[in-house]
């Protein structure tokens, strides 16, 4: 028999035999890169004070989680760009009036107690972001929601304060809305540029949609989660919308306003915290519109998507285990096994 070469051989080693050049922190950062045109965005309407908004707490995101690793002997894994988008991302959930020390609390918040405590990337059960944004929202109330008119303008530091579109709906109804912004399409308008008070990031819904579309392109996404999150909030909206009428809601301005889709595509379809199975991805896509609409429009807040999220988080693991896909040949073995 000929002897094979060395460099010819076939090689089978134990599965998953299935490879790919993706890493974690090719994912983070392309997910940050995603991110962008919501921050140049952000920071085009609210001016110098939204960027060192955004610069404190990414830089306090990767200091906590580089201080804490590095204070237990652990390896420091900031470089993977996980702490950093935990930042961008709570900067971006943050209203550009805020106290610089905010980002600060909520970035320790977010890295430490939500993430390193529950043992890294990985671990945790809840979106950090979100849960460093819910301890600011629970701590400092009035300071987490004192909004301000989008300046347009990169050399004004200073901005009138006033009311959000969901806080106007919420308080005065559809009629007032429409006074405050003139008719329909000029709403619609401001809605999808960004040109409204709301939190840096989550105003502009055409660079929302701009950077969700790269990680859909990317598969770094599925359609499963935000199509069944804005879809099921879409058709509450559209039935429930309008106080004494069925049916007579307007779907477009909650899809387009407060963090609906910043939460769809960037933050309940997180790795760690969302489903892997696809019909466990839908459900918990149907989770998230329902209460998200149920908050918005029964509860006391205007903004449901940070709870919605959350509570769906908690739910998780039963989403999981309810749908877990059945192992190739178990159920064979079950049988030969009970003869």
Known sequence: ???????????????????????????????????????????????P?????????????????YIFQKSLNRKVSVNDGSAFLTGLLLGMNLPPSVPFYIPI????????????????????????ALIGRAFLLISFPKLMTIWKEPTAAFIQFDAKTTATPLGILKEEGVAKLMEAFG??????????????????????????????????????????????????????????????ALFAGDPIVHLLSGGMLLGAFFMATDYVTCRSVKIGQILFGIGCGFLTMLIRLKGGYPEGVMFAI??????????????????????????ESKK
């Open 105 to 128: 609390v909520g970035s320790f918040a977010a890295v430490v107690i939500t993430k390193q405590l529950f043992g890294g990337l990985g671990f945790n059960v809840f979106n950090p």
């Open 49 to 65: 004070r939204a960027v060192f908004i955004l610069a404190i707490a990414i830089i306090a995101a990767v200091l906590s989680e």
């Open 183 to 244: 008719d329909n399409i000029s709403l619609y308008t401001q809605l999808f540029t960004g040109h409204r008070a709301g939190s840096i990031g989550e105003t502009s819904s055409i660079a929302l949609l701009i950077g969700a579309a790269f990680l859909l392109y990317r598969g770094y996404i599925s359609w499963h989660i935000p199509a069944s999150f804005l879809g099921t909030a879409a058709l509450i909206a559209w039935i429930f919308g309008t106080k004494g």
């Open 310 to 335: 959350l509570i769906m988080n908690c739910f998780s693991p039963i989403i999981d285990r309810g749908f877990k896909t059945k192992v190739f040949g178990a159920r064979k073995e079950i049988k």
């Open 1 to 47: 028999m000929d002897t094979v070469k060395k460099e010819h051989q076939l090689i089978v080693s134990v599965s998953p035999h299935i490879k790919s050049e993706e890493t974690t922190s090719r994912i983070m950062w392309s997910v940050n890169a995603a991110l962008l045109p919501a921050t140049v965005m952000g920071a085009y309407f609210f001016g």
